[in-house]
């Protein structure tokens, strides 16, 4: 950013090198007095020698303070020294040359202005004095010279007048000027910043933004809407760059209504464009493009807030009556005309109690976006627990789970939530994972996958559609009309929580699964 007041320099030092060329151009017409072939029309000088002299001498400092002004330093120096050179110039070359008195005289105003315009007042005062003590100092030499010329000492002493009347307004001029010069830089730099900062809002926002003409040329885009529309290079009408959206502009302008429905641009983009008029009688247009995924992630972040909301709502009334069943079940395990079978389903209610509070309070902790608390366990031994557990409340001809792999494998995992991530895979793998008429052949298999602990939950069934596969850990999808479309969702958050992925992966046989990558429990142990 420019330092305050360069400009007022620049017009200052630009002002002080046209004053040199005036400068040259006052000894020039001397000189042409003098020696030039107009010498005939004015009267002799009273001292032709010290006119020659002086014009000659008066031309080659001229020349010199032109050349100084141009390396464009010491300001207040050069003034002044050209100041005096001027008042000492003239004086002499009123001396030597009566007849011309007033002219040069007068041209010395100008120089006394330059200097009040360009300097302080006191500076511009001190050379309005220095000119009007010259004048009336030379009066008074010719006064007392031989050649002295009629000249009334009224006109020295108007001289004098008007040198500090030309330095007091041209000193106040020039505060005006360099004023308003200083207020217009600060305007225009605060212009320029606020253009600056526009321009970054416009480019950083999400929403696309295209200034379209009158011919359907862009005129200017920002950097949502070239990844929206694609790089534009050379290019630069819209027809050419998404043909769609230059239709939809052209019904626009001429219906003056806009069309409401998603259309695609980019080859995988798909946008709802808004239009506006950036005048009101012009023909240029703002396109606003907004992305619609980015639209149904908000709307899906809005309805998962108002989900935690209620879940913490809904789960007071789920653990109230689960609190009866679970002492009721209690109660009756303790009594004695409690067979063995009859005591066997009751410990399958307590567990099933217990595992459903588990889930409830792994939903409260996904809204809450509480931390995992990961636990050191042998996920070997956890995977059998839990398919033991799903057996026991398989119906009969569902199908069948069992657990292969390492016989062993430690892992650093909450267990409440790889409870539920499992509940959530193997369910899914029930329902979906296998062909009509045909039991559900479901394998939790255990392995390690570059050093870390992995679980895959394969099934026999026809596996899942490539177009809907970016979709599927989407919350609020499903494929089922009895589904949530919350199980994946949460199942993935809950690996989140605990540093873990959760994917759907080809194997190499050809076959697919879900699959459950935890971190490695040694990096989590001390050195």
Request: charged share 20%; glycine share 8%.
């Amino acid at each position: 950013m420019p330092a305050p007041n360069t400009g007022i320099a620049e017009a200052q030092y630009r002002d002080l090198y046209f004053y040199s060329l005036y400068r040259v151009l006052e000894a020039g017409l001397l000189a042409l007095l003098l020696f030039g072939p107009i010498r005939e029309l004015v009267p002799q000088p009273a001292l032709p020698l010290l006119a020659k002299a002086t014009s000659v001498g008066y031309l080659i400092a001229s020349a010199a303070l032109l050349f100084w002004g141009l390396r464009m330093r010491a300001l207040r120096a050069q003034v002044l020294v050209g100041l005096v050179i001027d008042v000492v110039a003239g004086t002499l070359a009123i001396h030597a040359l009566p007849p011309a008195a007033s002219g040069i005289a007068l041209m010395l105003v100008f120089n006394v202005a330059a200097t009040a315009l360009l300097l302080p007042l006191r500076h511009g005062l001190a050379a309005g004095a220095l000119a009007g003590a010259a004048m009336v100092g030379e009066y008074v030499w010719s006064t007392l010279t031989v050649y002295r010329f009629d000249r009334p000492l009224a006109e020295p002493l108007m001289f004098a007048v008007s040198f500090l009347s030309i330095a007091m307004l041209s000193y106040l001029l020039g505060r005006q000027i360099r004023e308003s010069q200083a207020l217009a830089e600060r305007r225009g730099g605060e212009l320029a910043d606020m253009a600056a900062i526009n321009e970054l809002i416009i480019r950083r926002m999400r929403t696309g933004v295209l200034l379209v003409d009158g011919d359907g040329g862009i005129r200017l885009a920002n950097e949502a809407a070239l990844l929206l529309v694609g790089d534009m290079g050379r290019n630069r009408r819209l027809a050419d760059m998404a043909p769609p959206l230059a239709e939809r502009l052209r019904e626009w302008r001429a219906t003056g209504k806009s069309d409401d429905t998603p259309l695609r641009v980019g080859g995988d983009h798909e946008v709802l464009p808004r239009f506006a008029r950036l005048l009101a009688h012009g023909d240029s247009a703002l396109v606003f493009l907004d992305d619609t995924s980015l639209v149904s992630r908000r709307a899906e972040s809005l309805t998962l807030s108002a989900l935690g909301r209620f879940s913490a709502s809904l789960a007071h009334e789920i653990r109230n009556p689960l609190a009866a069943i679970n002492y009721a079940t209690q109660l009756l395990q303790e009594s004695n005309g409690i067979g063995a079978d009859d005591q066997r389903l009751l410990q399958i209610i307590h567990a099933q109690c217990q595992r459903t509070n588990g889930i409830v309070e792994s939903v409260l902790g996904l809204a809450r976006r509480e931390r995992a608390s990961a636990e050191h366990l042998d996920l070997a031994a956890f995977a059998r627990r839990f398919v033991d557990d799903h057996r026991q409340v398989l119906p009969d001809g569902a199908g069948r789970i069992e657990v292969t792999g390492q016989p062993r494998l430690p892992a650093l995992v909450d267990p409440r939530h790889l409870q539920q991530v499992l509940t959530v895979l193997v369910q899914n793998a029930l329902v979906h994972g296998h062909y009509p008429g045909d039991p559900a052949d479901i394998v939790v298999d255990l392995h390690v996958s570059a050093g870390r602990p992995t679980v895959d939950v394969r099934d026999q069934g026809p596996g899942i559609a490539q177009e809907l596969r970016d979709r599927l850990f989407r919350p609020f999808f499903t494929t089922s009309e009895h589904g949530t479309g919350l199980g994946l969702y949460i199942a993935r958050e809950l690996c989140r929580a605990n540093e873990a992925t959760l994917d759907y992966v080809e194997l190499a046989d050809g076959g697919h699964c879900f699959r459950i990558v935890l971190p490695d429990p040694r990096a989590m142990l001390p050195a």
